[in-house]
Nanobody, 115 residues
């Protein structure tokens, strides 16, 4: 079972940028589809972005044009570059690894967008 560890969260002003990182254990990282989810207080967890094992990317409408997901299989890592951040982006961001019959979550990293 893959294990995930996120980092890079913090407090940023509206319009600012952050880059989240997620490092996975194990040597089969490249076979997983990797996603970022977020959960704001009182709300359900929502999918933010996905990058497949083949490199295809999908984004939630709310982050299109502002966020970019990428992966580095040599480093067992996935990233989320977040630009033009808005207060409504405030949430705990979770990394997810998924493939047939297998899914794993990280512990989450807090992102707060506030002036």
């Amino acid at each position: 079972q893959v294990q995930l560890a996120e980092s890079g969260g913090g407090l940023v002003q509206p319009g600012g940028s952050l880059r989240l990182s997620c490092v996975a254990s194990g040597n089969i990282f490249s076979s997983y589809a990797m996603s970022w989810y977020r959960q704001a207080p009182g709300k359900q967890r929502e999918l933010v972005a996905t990058i497949t094992s083949g490199g295809s990317r999908n984004y939630a409408d709310s982050v299109k044009g502002r966020f970019t997901i990428s992966r580095d299989n040599a480093k067992n890592s996935v990233y989320l570059q977040m630009n033009s951040l808005k207060p409504e982006d405030t949430a705990v961001y979770y990394c997810n690894a998924a493939r047939t019959y297998s899914s794993a979550w990280g512990q989450g990293t807090q992102v707060t967008v506030s002036s």
